[in-house]
T-cell receptor, first 114, second 116 residues
Framework: GENVEQHPSTLSVQEGDSAVIKCTYS??????FPWYKQELGKGPQLIID?????GEKKDQRIAVTLNKTAKHFSLHITETQPEDSAVYFC?????????????FGGGTRVLVKP | NAGVTQTPKFRVLKTGQSMTLLCAQD?????MYWYRQDPGMGLRLIHY???????AKGEVPDGYNVSRLKKQNFLLGLESAAPSQTSVYFC???????????????FGQGTRLTVV
């Protein structure tokens, strides 16, 4: 099955700096790559996603890039703010007849220092 | 709009006890999922359902059972709890599967389960 590796496991940045989280996946058939943000005591929430027919996608201060050849994708957060502090998860999904079985990375705990 | 609601939020069980976790969604979603979250391991899929009356095994199904008798509810059961099942459990739902454009999974707040 699919395996997703995520790095780093923790990331501390100064407010205003950029943060980059990288993920690799094993199954070349994966075609959907969402990123989730989990705040303390809450469930994960989708912040951005990308499909395999797109190389990059931006939404305000966040962007995701996908390199299908190398089987890796990255989350970029620019001009970080204290409210960006959270755990971030990448995930990958293989097309299936039914369901949306996401395989998650291990998570990155991001701390933005004021 | 409640979204995905999980009951209970916290529970402590003794080894060998049984319990049922309830997940309810009010978005009329077809797909529902149960994940467990353990430190450093992300979320792992336990069971999922692609519609009322259907269930299927995920990545780590052993020791758990599920039922989807009503479209809005997805129940996760532990028949004989073990310390290895200490975890945070998340339910999620989505309108469509990977093949559709409605793939966003909405998560509940989680249930923290401790088995002693």
């Amino acid at each position: 099955g699919e395996n997703v590796e995520q790095h780093p496991s923790t990331l501390s940045v100064q407010e205003g700096d950029s943060a980059v989280i990288k993920c690799t996946y094993s199954d070349s058939a994966s075609n959907y790559f969402p990123w989730y943000k989990q705040e303390l005591g809450k469930g994960p929430q989708l912040i951005i996603d990308i499909r395999s027919n797109v190389g990059e996608k931006k939404d305000q201060r966040i962007a995701v890039t996908l390199n299908k050849t190398a089987k890796h994708f990255s989350l970029h957060i620019t001009e970080t703010q204290p409210e960006d502090s959270a755990v971030y998860f990448c995930a990958a999904s293989i097309p299936q007849a039914a369901g949306n079985k996401l395989t998650f990375g291990g998570g990155t705990r991001v701390l933005v220092k004021p | 709009n409640a979204g995905v609601t999980q009951t209970p939020k916290f529970r402590v069980l003794k080894t060998g006890q049984s319990m049922t976790l309830l997940c309810a969604q009010d978005m009329n979603h077809e797909y529902m999922y149960w994940y467990r979250q353990d430190p450093g391991m992300g979320l792992r899929l336990i069971h999922y359902s692609v519609g009322e009356g259907t269930t299927a095994k995920g990545e780590v199904p052993d020791g758990y059972n599920v039922s989807r008798l009503k479209k809005q509810n997805f129940l996760l059961g532990l028949e004989s709890a073990a310390p290895s099942q200490t975890s945070v459990y998340f339910c999620a739902s989505s309108r469509g599967g990977t093949g559709s454009m409605n793939t966003e999974a909405f998560f509940g707040q989680g249930t923290r389960l401790t088995v002693v």
